[in-house]
């Protein structure tokens, strides 16, 4: 090693090619931290912490960590405990809904919906969904065996729970429709709805971010003017963020994570638009035309929180942000996924800046399946 000063308060260190650079003294370290701050935004590896946390700072991929953070939040109400990041079992569960999610939206898997009667003995897609439901389907009955075995009709500490307690009242009542089956179908529909769109938007959240650095500065700046870095979020600070809160609605409207809504049938014969809608017509509402609308959004196509705030800076809801849908079958979990939207959100940038690994900027364009996606990514996460 040889230590040698090269030009006034700099000194280097240096082992063979390596080279480290000390800076000293109030001039010259301002001169590195704020009047030149583009010119040294990432950290060196040190190799003794290196080894410690197997490569912090490395570029990774958050879509399962997200899934499963999210995940955790429905799975505690279904089965009264969370799942760890390290669960190879739950990571399975999430793998195999997503490639569902994907699969569902393919022309192939849906020309079963038009011929099942065909398309049941022949491959594709819509066997790999099949296949995938019936693993998801085991993994579920465990958990339900496990209850059955610790079951405390005394002491209900969850869904499952309460469900077995209203199985045993009802048996007696076969057309009731408490029973096991209908117990696992119930728990696969609030798996997915309480994970797969927040935990898609949030994904949305980090690319658009990414393509963004301004605008994720300016909701850092209002995080830490008005949480800080002491304490964590709550859902009493959304009022005071309006900001934040007009980012996480245009991420939701341009990300459109459910761009075609679920289908309805009429009821009845009806009139919509001048058009007669027989009784038994399946209905799709197009979501994504509205939350794209050109005379309803200023800049439709263009990534801009202006859209949800007035004149003065505060939060305005529009008419026009339906990515719930609208009416009576609406998300039920609209709520919820607007809590969490906010706190994992806010918790996400209060903690860390994201940023694209070098040449590998994410794309804007989604993978179209049942949701819309963006497709996969790294990212490097730097602790505030």
Known sequence: MQLSQEYGPVFSLRKGSERVVFVSGYKMVKEALVNQLDSF???PIVPLFHVVFNGLGRPFNPHYIIKNGVSNIISSVLFGHRFEYSDQSFRKFLELDN???????????????????????????????HANYKEIMSFLKKEVEQHQE???????????????SEMKKKKEDPHAGFNIE????????MLEAGTE???????WALVYMMHYPEIQEKVQAEIDRVIGQSRQPTMADRPNMPYTDAVIHEIQRIGASVPLGFPKMGRKDATLGGYLIPKGTAVFTILASVLFDKNEWVTPGIFNPEHFLDSEGQFRKRDAFLPFSAGKRMCLGEHVARM?????????FQRFTFSPVPGEMPSLEGVMGVTHS???FRVLAMPR
Not at 112 to 123: E, I, Q, S
Not at 150 to 164: G, K, M, Q, S, V
Not at 340 to 348: A, K, V
């Open 41 to 43: 935004p990432d950290r």
């Open 99 to 129: 490639e569902i999610f994907v699969l569902s939206g393919s022309a192939q898997t849906q020309l079963y919906d038009a011929f099942p009667g065909l398309m049941k003995y022949l491959p594709g897609p819509h066997q790999t969904v």
């Open 150 to 164: 610790e079951w405390n009709p005394d002491d209900p500490r969850d869904y499952i729970d309460a469900y077995l």
């Open 182 to 189: 209908s117990m696992l179908v119930g728990i696969v529909e």
């Open 197 to 203: 769109t927040p935990s898609t938007t949030l994904r």
């Open 340 to 348: 969490e939207l906010f706190l994992f959100f806010t918790s996400l």
């Open 374 to 376: 963006p497709q996969e």
